[in-house]
């Protein structure tokens, strides 16, 4: 098996862990930020595993689950929880939670319109490196992923540094900040990728995912550490 196959193994094997972390946390403390990052953690690795099936063989339905989950619409969901944890003014966030989930309903639409023609697909070669020939040229569905890429690009990444910035300024839990910004350089990683997939660079797409899901849940596991607790003082 070919590097460039054993990747997608590798980020779904990162990506499980770090669903079910986030998942725990949620349960204990709840909160909308939690819960989307959740759902888009979820769509990563979905696409993951779907494209380190296809590395293998082809199958119509995990081909569609792997463009609209993997390619289209993880990064915008996680954008949005951090939007839900930064934003104060709630109807703010739920305006753009409804765009959003409007967004991805008509985006799976065109995803389960869109021909595709299975006759095009090589096995071995990477999903990332043939999609444009399985798919139509103008598939409206392609239309909509740099928007949803766009808006989580600026949320997520913008996010993470503010929250850096932030802790950073108040000189206050330093592995939180180190946190944030190993978030926001694993969402950077995933985004380069995708955009050099777009320019036909389909090569770089697994290693950008799995230096993203690395550098995520590193981050996340660092910014959700717990302090120390201060040792108590001994009687004289």
């Given amino acids: 098996?070919?590097?460039?196959?054993?990747?997608?193994?590798?980020?779904?094997?990162?990506?499980?862990?770090?669903?079910?972390?986030?998942?725990?946390?949620?349960?204990?403390?709840?909160?909308?930020?939690?819960?989307?990052?959740?759902?888009?953690l979820a769509m990563f690795g979905l696409g993951s595993f779907a494209e380190a099936y296809l590395a293998l063989a082809w199958n119509p339905w995990i081909f569609r689950i792997w463009y609209l989950f993997g390619a289209a619409l993880n990064a915008a969901w996680l954008g949005q929880g951090t939007v839900y944890l930064l934003v104060r003014r709630r109807a703010v966030a739920h305006a753009l939670l409804v765009v959003l989930a409007l967004g991805s309903l008509f985006a799976a639409y065109l995803m389960l319109t869109t021909p595709l023609d299975?006759?095009?697909?090589?096995?071995?070669?990477?999903?990332?490196?043939?999609?444009?020939?399985?798919?139509?040229?103008?598939?409206?569905?392609?239309?909509?992923?740099?928007?949803?890429?766009?808006?989580?690009?600026?949320?997520?990444?913008?996010?993470?540094?503010?929250?850096?910035?932030?802790?950073?300024?108040?000189?206050?839990?330093p592995n939180r900040v180190l946190g944030n910004v190993l978030i926001a350089a694993g969402a950077l990683a995933v985004a380069a990728a995708s955009t050099l997939t777009r320019l036909g660079l389909g090569q770089f797409l697994y290693l950008g995912e799995l230096a993203a899901a690395t550098l995520m849940f590193a981050g996340f596991l660092l910014a959700t550490q717990r302090p120390a607790a201060a040792p108590a003082p001994q009687r004289p």
């Fill in 118 to 173: 299975p006759a095009a697909y090589t096995p071995g070669r990477p999903i990332s490196e043939q999609y444009r020939e399985i798919m139509p040229p103008r598939a409206p569905v392609r239309m909509t992923t740099p928007f949803f890429n766009i808006y989580g690009l600026l949320t997520l990444v913008g996010g993470a540094l503010y929250s850096a910035y932030l802790l950073w300024r108040r000189q206050t839990f």
């Fill in 1 to 40: 098996m070919f590097v460039q196959q054993i990747l997608p193994f590798l980020s779904t094997a990162v990506m499980a862990p770090f669903v079910v972390a986030v998942a725990r946390r949620y349960l204990e403390r709840r909160g909308a930020h939690l819960l989307l990052w959740g759902i888009g």
